[in-house]
């Protein structure tokens, strides 16, 4: 979601999530789709070139607390002291975690913490990734991500992220990864179709059926659900329970099934609890 906010030849432009509006006086000129690609933060040109005077401003929920990365590993099952068997998945950590850039309203427009995972060779990244790191004495990192705070107090470049210090045991986190892609899947498996009669003389079994009226409105709307890739999209799990925090292994247990399959990156931070971490407005 981002707020762009556009001055020149009288246009004034408002982007919202995905929305573009263009207005010129009172009148609306025209109204389309924009993509987050689109949005160039800092562009300007002349008037003979079109428009000036671009301001991008980026708005993000917050973070309930700062989060890590860290490497699916698998599932396993855990038995507690009281003898109850949970489900858990693994979660390691390669080095890093290190706090790479601190963002603020003075410099940045918000406030946010810029954190690196996983160390790679230099010949990994590119010469503007590789600066970005240099300015603060990083390792080089594969992974960066940020995570949008109310106060970044307390944070500074170079600094490293225990694990034990962030999360204790009972803690309920949020997990957030790519799902596992399933490729092209049918409607009885991506969207829990139910089939039709499969003995002989049925000319329906697995096909989706009827997708809209012929007359009236005489095509398909939009958003109708049908075959598909599936998976390999953006997930989040939320308040998953901390099991265990292992620090001689440098790894944590959490109850339940994460996104991805193991190897995959997975985001981690506190849940989200309204009132209580979040201020209901």
Do not use: W
């Amino acid at each position: 979601m981002g707020v762009v906010s556009i001055a020149s030849h009288g246009l004034s432009v408002a982007v919202g999530p995905g929305l573009l509006q263009r207005k010129r006086s009172n009148s609306m000129v025209g109204v389309g789709i924009i993509a987050p690609s689109m949005l160039q933060m800092g562009s300007s040109r002349s008037r003979k070139g079109g428009m000036r005077g671009i301001e991008v401003v980026a708005m993000a929920s917050f973070e309930a607390g700062i989060g890590v990365m860290g490497t699916k590993l698998g599932m396993m099952t855990y038995i507690e002291p009281e003898g109850k068997v949970v489900p858990v998945t693994v979660v390691g950590f390669r080095e890093g975690n290190i706090v790479t850039q601190v963002k603020t309203s003075a410099t940045d427009g918000y406030d946010a913490v810029q954190v690196g995972y996983r160390r790679v060779r230099d010949t990994k990244l590119t010469k503007p990734e590789l600066g970005h790191l240099q300015k603060t004495g990083s390792i080089p990192m594969r992974h960066l991500q940020e995570f949008r705070l109310q106060s970044v107090d307390g944070f500074e470049p170079g600094q490293r992220l225990a694990i034990e210090e962030i999360f204790k045991e009972g803690d309920l986190v949020d997990v957030c990864g790519n799902s596992i892609g399933k490729g092209f899947q049918g409607g009885i498996k991506r969207h829990n179709f139910a089939r039709g009669p499969m003995s002989h003389g049925s000319k329906s079994h697995r096909q989706l059926g009827s997708i809209g009226a012929g007359t009236t409105p005489g095509r398909v709307y939009k958003g109708k659900k049908m075959p598909g890739r599936m998976g390999g999209v953006k997930t989040k799990i939320r308040k998953l329970p901390v099991v265990k925090i292992d620090t001689d292994l440098r790894a944590i247990l959490i109850k339940g099934a994460l996104p991805g399959k193991p190897g995959n990156l997975l985001r981690i931070t506190p849940a989200k609890i309204v009132g209580k971490n979040i201020p209901k407005n």
